[in-house]
């Protein structure tokens, strides 16, 4: 009886050690931050998320085009350079998804980026900075 309860303590004990002695699970790399935008003129819209890559910023949204609409993205650099664009090219009465890599092909990408959406006769712009 003696020699069962010793084997069976012995294989407790290498198990738990096997366990402690695992080597831990692997660092996962930081999320790269995002930040979202939306832009409306009268019933047209542009909203979605700016993903600020190492040399790129990811852009995904919903593009809501009343009448004929353009929208375009500009990645600019620190000292206010432009790195790079992206337009839509005319839309007219639509909706649809886009998902797009802006260029920023510097080191630590973009510092900022110009969304504008051209709605008909109205033209708004705004810009985002990188968090």
Same mark, same amino acid.
């Given at each position: 009886m003696k020699t069962h309860l010793s084997a069976a303590l012995g294989s407790i004990v290498l198990t738990a050690g096997a366990l402690l002695g695992a080597p831990a699970a692997g660092a996962?790399?930081? /999320?790269? /931050?995002?930040?979202?935008?939306? #832009?409306?003129?009268?019933?047209?819209?542009?909203?979605g998320? #700016?993903?600020w890559r190492d040399r790129s910023v990811g852009a995904a949204g919903t593009h809501r085009a009343v009448g004929c609409n353009r929208l375009s993205f500009s990645t600019y650099g /620190?000292?206010?350079?432009? #790195?790079?664009?992206?337009?839509?090219g005319t839309r007219c009465n639509v909706t649809y998804q886009f998902n797009t890599a802006l260029p920023a092909d510097v080191p630590g990408?973009?510092?900022?980026?110009?969304?504008? #959406?051209?709605a008909n006769t109205a033209l708004k712009c705004e810009w985002y900075n990188r968090p």
């Open positions: 996962q790399p930081a /999320p790269y /931050p995002s930040t979202h935008f939306d #832009l409306t003129i009268g019933a047209s819209s542009v909203r998320t #700016l993903t /620190p000292s206010g350079n432009e #790195l790079g664009t992206w337009s839509s990408g973009a510092a900022s980026v110009s969304i504008c #959406l051209d």
